[in-house]
């Protein structure tokens, strides 16, 4: 696996030569996850997601690409929460559309936009951007963890991870909560406030529905917590294996539609 931006421009020729390379775009978004968590867990997430599906995508005989990640997106329902920023969408779709043909004017035509958030707008604005490169002609594009496409976000991420998940109601686990929580531990452990996952009590009895919809903010239906679930039914051994499971979800999913190189 290779960084675009560690790269020097001879290498990104042959390897666009050799015809091989496939690029992972990991972008997230600059919300709040709860007081124990960075605001930036949507794109880091987004990377660790990346390396992991890497290896299998090299197994598969591709060359991966890791590009900048984009790390601001759409965020609307936590917008009342301190440090949340959000994009209009269309900033987000040129953004992408913009990456997309430079890296297609390089050779480097093939393009997963592995995206760590989850917002109706924000998923609509790569399906956006997806479209128009493809119809463009420009580029093989997929948008693979949350995506528009419901079936698409549990192929990647909730496909072979439900045992794992330790909360007595893991159907409650959302944003902020135990699956994200664990891999935070997990990845970047730095990161976490630790001290303050003991003082953070259950969120499950919120409206489930305006969550999934967004038709309700996240202040409103979390009391001002911020996170869906139980942060301290989280362990990194849990993040472990959800990272190790959801990589490779990633991948298939993508050698399923693009085969092997
Ligand atoms: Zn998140």
Redesign the pocket.
């Known amino acids: 696996m290779k960084r675009l931006a560690e790269m020097a421009f001879p290498e990104v020729k042959q390897l666009a030569d050799d015809g091989r390379a496939l690029v992972i775009l990991p972008v997230g978004?600059v919300?709040e996850?709860g007081a124990h968590l960075p605001l930036g867990?949507?794109s880091f997430?987004a990377e660790v997601y990346a390396a992991s599906a890497a290896a299998h995508l090299e197994a598969g005989g591709y060359e991966v690409v890791v590009a900048p990640t984009i790390n601001y997106g759409v965020a609307r329902a936590a917008i009342d929460f301190p440090g949340t920023l959000s994009l209009e969408p269309e900033t987000l779709r040129s953004m992408v559309v913009e990456i997309g043909r430079s890296l297609a004017r390089h050779g480097l035509n093939r393009l997963a936009i592995l995206n760590?958030?989850?917002d109706l707008q924000h998923m609509k604005a790569l399906d956006d951007a997806r479209e128009i490169l493809v119809s463009n002609k420009a580029a093989q594009v997929l948008v693979v963890g949350f995506a528009s496409d419901a079936a698409m976000t549990a192929a990647c991420y909730r496909d072979g991870v439900k045992q794992f998940y330790q909360s007595p109601r893991a159907d409650r686990e959302g944003?902020?909560g135990e699956s994200?929580t664990s891999v935070a531990l997990h990845s970047f452990p730095g990161l976490v406030k630790h001290e303050v996952i003991p003082e953070l009590t259950p969120n499950f009895d919120y409206d489930v529905e305006a969550f999934r919809n967004e038709t309700k903010d996240y202040w409103s239906i979390s009391d001002g917590r911020g996170y869906f679930g139980w942060p301290q039914a989280a362990t990194a051994a849990t993040g472990a294996k959800l990272v190790a499971i959801r990589g490779g979800n990633i991948a298939r999913v993508i050698l399923k539609e693009w085969g092997k190189a």
Request: glycine share 16%; charged share 35%; no cysteine.
């Open positions: 978004v919300e996850h867990l949507d997430a760590g958030h989850r944003h902020g994200e």
